[in-house]
């Protein structure tokens, strides 16, 4: 099966089946190709930059920007690359980037590993700690401007705002085809 149709949900959890693409701590960004079947190297953050937490995407779902929903996964130690890692929705940033002069929405989904023992009481952004949240979105600003692109953060909602953004994404997907 390819990883971008499986269910953005568990049916028997309601878990979130988010695909790690990136793991905390890489340099390198990885990419699924869905026509190839693998990941690929997609890029690689200059020195001293890591990816802060696991970094991929939620299947059946598609952003304004034409690829799966983005999102960072908060676990206790690294994935790896196509690991399917049950997750808990915390909230979303909205953002827009910009590439070449346009500008799409680019939301990041955030959420904690079902799994999780050193995040197992998070359940909102607001119980994340001292400035961390701060630390992630500043992340997506500086990653995106190595690149080239304007990422503009819009505001940052708790999961229920999210979930609404996860339905619009599913419906965008049920639409391709």
Do not use: W
């Not at 971008?4 to 701590?25: F, H, Q, S, V, W």
């Not at 983005?70 to 915390?90: H, N, S, T």
């Amino acid at each position: 099966m390819i990883l971008t149709r499986l269910p953005t949900y568990d049916p028997d959890t309601r878990e979130l089946n988010a695909i790690i693409e990136t793991p905390k701590g890489s340099r390198n960004k990885f990419t699924y190709d869905p026509r190839l079947g693998l990941f690929r190297l997609g890029g690689v953050l200059p020195a001293g930059a890591v990816f802060p937490f696991d970094f991929g995407f939620l299947p059946s779902t598609l952003g304004e920007d034409g690829d799966p929903l983005d999102i960072l996964v908060i676990m206790d130690e690294a994935a790896f690359p196509g690991c399917l890692a049950p997750a808990r929705l915390l909230g979303v940033i909205e953002a827009e980037q910009t590439e070449h002069g346009e500008t799409t929405r680019n939301d990041r989904l955030i959420a904690v590993a079902a799994g999780a023992r050193n995040q197992r009481d998070v359940r909102a952004l607001d119980d994340l700690h001292g400035n961390l949240l701060e630390e992630i979105q500043h992340f997506f600003v500086s990653y995106n401007e190595a690149k080239g692109k304007r990422f503009q953060p819009l505001g940052r909602f708790d999961a229920e705002h999210a979930a609404r953004v996860i339905e619009t994404g599913i419906d965008r997907f049920r639409k391709q085809g």
